[in-house]
């Protein structure tokens, strides 16, 4: 039997850190050569650059005209030893330096966690929300680690890893499609402060379209993720490819007179990825708002420390991004587990026994759609059915909280260390 797919794409919307946008660009009078030294203000650097800022929380552009402060001459203008710039309190080279590659590290170990370290939550999360015969719900994380531990005993890391390659290729395919979508139609990517609600409607076809788009490879990916790696052959990564165009276009692995049309799929793959990435918008403009409030009142600009400006540079942003895909993953959990088990009926899939640690179990399924699987779920197992293998949950988005507290320690440790 051909492997299966992978996972990493919850709700089909790529949960990339989506970036605030703050007006950080700077016009530029026109100038003669004649004030050159002038313009020595004004260098900065690109502030699309990760771990960099044109400005620090706090600080407003010089406007023209204004002459900057005033430095001393000569040889007083090189920074002191230690990164700062005498007395003042603005970090210097080295602290910039600094500041720009742990800005870089606090995000890249954000993305790590959100998708290496985690990924064994998500593998098991999935299962148990495909396994109708499961009697154990799972529903806390210590018996989650219990049923990690059995796997791993039995099968081997591999078992709590598999399909992390074919995440990374739905992401992939989900970013080309909206870029691509976006290019050749006047559907917009990214919305403008001054919306309404003809623009939002747009952005949230093009929201739509990708995720169709994306949806056999999604199918293809989550196979990979669930299926039992007892049975599993080993297969290369583009597999996921394979079978997702194998979906579209008839061809490839044999399913089951089970299996649901894609066109029956596409109203609960959109509707639930619409609404992540609706949820997942709001609560981080909202956390973001709160942060930047309280950064204000208590820390006035002008008694801000370098440090304490840094992390307020860096932090907010990926506070906001943990707490709306936190948000939008527990209030959409029952509605992914219903999409989960009507992408996979009629797969020919085999999971491994959640409630054991061992064994493996068939996907025998018969949803007619939607609303049939909601009420089966309903009558069959009972409300806490929507929400089996929660308990992965909990320890995915604790792991990924202990991760951002660590490298915020570590983060100002090195900041304050270098001032």
Not at 240 to 268: D, N, T, Y
Request: charged share 15%; net charge neutral; glycine share 10%.
């Amino acid at each position: 039997m051909h492997p299966r797919r992978p996972d990493g794409f919850d709700g089909l919307g790529y949960r990339g850190s989506a970036r605030d946008e703050r007006g950080f660009g700077v016009a530029f009078p026109a100038r003669s050569f004649s004030s050159g030294p002038e313009l020595g203000h004004w260098v900065t650097t690109p502030p699309d650059i990760p771990g960099s800022r044109n400005l620090h929380w706090g600080e407003k552009s010089p406007p023209y005209g204004v002459p900057a402060p005033s430095t001393p001459e000569g040889p007083a203008e090189e920074p002191f030893p230690g990164g700062s710039s005498g007395g003042s309190g603005v970090p210097g080279p080295s602290t910039e330096q600094l500041s720009r590659f742990a800005g870089f590290g606090i995000g890249l170990a954000s993305l790590f966690t959100e998708n290496v370290l985690a990924h064994p939550c998500i593998v098991l999360r999935r299962q148990c929300q495909v396994n109708y015969h499961a009697r154990h719900y799972h529903l806390t994380p210590f018996t989650v680690i219990n049923i990690m531990y059995s796997f791993n005993k039995t099968q081997g890391p591999r078992a709590l890893w598999k399909g992390m390659g074919s995440t990374f290729i739905v992401q992939g395919v989900t970013l080309g499609a909206e870029g691509i979508i976006s290019e050749f139609t006047p559907l917009p990517r990214e919305v403008s402060h001054k919306w309404n609600p003809k623009q939002i409607g747009e952005h949230l076809l093009l929201k739509s379209l990708t995720y169709i788009v994306a949806m056999p490879f999604y199918s293809a990916s989550l196979i990979e993720t669930v299926q039992s790696e007892i049975i599993r052959d080993n297969t290369g990564i583009l597999e996921c490819v394979k079978e997702g165009i194998g979906r579209v276009i008839g061809l490839g692995v044999p399913h089951s007179k089970r299996l649901l049309p894609l066109l029956s799929l596409v109203f609960p793959t959109v509707l639930h990825g619409v609404l992540h990435y609706i949820i997942s918008s709001i609560i981080q403009k909202i956390v973001l708002l709160i942060l930047k409030r309280k950064t204000y009142h208590g820390h006035p600009a002008d008694s801000t420390c370098p440090v304490q400006s840094m992390l307020d540079a860096y932090f907010p942003e990926l506070i906001a991004n943990f707490a709306a895909s936190l948000c939008s993953d527990v209030i959409l959990y029952p509605l992914e587990t219903v999409l989960h088990r009507l992408h996979i009926q009629g797969t020919r899939t085999i999971i491994d026994n959640t409630d054991l640690g061992y064994e493996v179990l068939p996907i025998n399924t018969q949803y007619e759609g939607m609303r049939d699987c909601i009420n089966t779920i309903k009558q069959e197992e009972g409300m806490l059915g929507f929400y089996k293998g929660f308990g992965a949950v909990i320890i995915q988005y604790t792991l990924h909280a202990a991760v951002l507290q660590i490298t915020k320690i570590i983060y100002s440790t090195l900041l304050q260390n270098s001032v």
